[in-house]
């Protein structure tokens, strides 16, 4: 009986556990090469605990842009609801040179893992102004937009449309948050068709006049770290989804991480974010703030599984 000798016991208690970890694992994705965990027993224990709850209790908050948005494909970056207006049918050359030009300014900016997010602010607030100063100078055409998406290289993460599908038919609320353009992600999501009713979207919107033209945008702007006050401004939302106390929120920025800040009552919350780019950079920080961090995995295979787990009632 090797258990009864003291010496052995320990550490052979810390291999079955071990293995038990490793076999018993109801969600296979987890243990894929693009997954990072700080405390997997947490995850573990909140999935679990979200899959008693069951769907009924359940709220998805989600970024957009390179969250359920792809980065890269075929090892070419993707554009943002943004660059998704580099089209000639919207903007001129001289445009797009300067909206490049504020990219390559304030983008490294944004992910810069030397700087603090006090430090980012004022940065974002200049480069999402600017951008959207030169927009409104274009004088863009609402009826041109949807052909804009259309011709650009704008893709949703691999196994999108099992997330939306998944959500919709278990009734479980989305909401997108999202720095980017509100019109644009609409219509990306539309044409991919999975613009479902559960779908709900805070960003920032553009303001037609009467002969359809862009003339300002609407309400509060939004960028990539003040998603808190955004969420707060928007509390009336969250308040008509207080019976859902358990939340999962993507993000893709550390910005994201406050997107749930305007929810009174969560009861378990398990936060996955998608590390893109700069990796080794910014892997502590991201491991150290989400739950799970998928790095540059452009599925939603993670995602998928764990909500589906969720979603289905447990084995009695
Ligand atoms: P998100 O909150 O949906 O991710 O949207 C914000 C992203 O958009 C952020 O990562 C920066 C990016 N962005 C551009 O790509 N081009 C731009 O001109 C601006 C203002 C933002
Ligand atoms: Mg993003």
Known sequence: ???????????????????????????????????????????????????RAGPDALQVISDFDMTLSRFAHNGKRCPTTHNILDNDL??????????????????PIEIDATRTVEEKLPHMVEWWTSVHELLIQQKIRRDLLAQ???????????????????????QVPLLIFSAGLG??????IRQNHVFHPNVHVISNYMDFDQSGVLRAFKGQLIHTFNKREGALLHAAHF????????????????????????????QHALTIGFLNDQVEERKESYVNSYDIVLVKDETMDVPNAILNYITTAPAK
């Open 1 to 51: 009986m090797i258990y009864h000798i003291p010496w052995i016991y320990l550490p052979v208690r810390t291999v079955l556990a071990i293995w038990h970890q490793l076999t018993k694992s109801e969600i296979p994705e987890l243990a894929k090469a693009s997954v990072l965990m700080r405390d997997r027993s947490r995850v573990e224990e909140t999935i679990q605990a979200m899959q």
């Open 183 to 188: 019109d644009i992600l609409e219509e990306v």
């Open 90 to 107: 919207l903007i001129n050359d001289t445009c797009k040179k300067m909206i490049r030009e504020l990219l390559n300014t304030y983008y």
């Open 239 to 266: 308040r008509e989804l207080k019976e859902r106390p358990n939340v999962l929120l993507l993000g893709d920025s550390l910005g994201d991480l406050t997107m749930a800040d305007g929810l009174a009552h969560t």
């Open 148 to 170: 804009a998406v259309k011709q650009s290289s704008a893709m949703l993460r691999e196994g999108y449309k099992v997330f939306f599908d998944r959500l919709q038919e278990q």
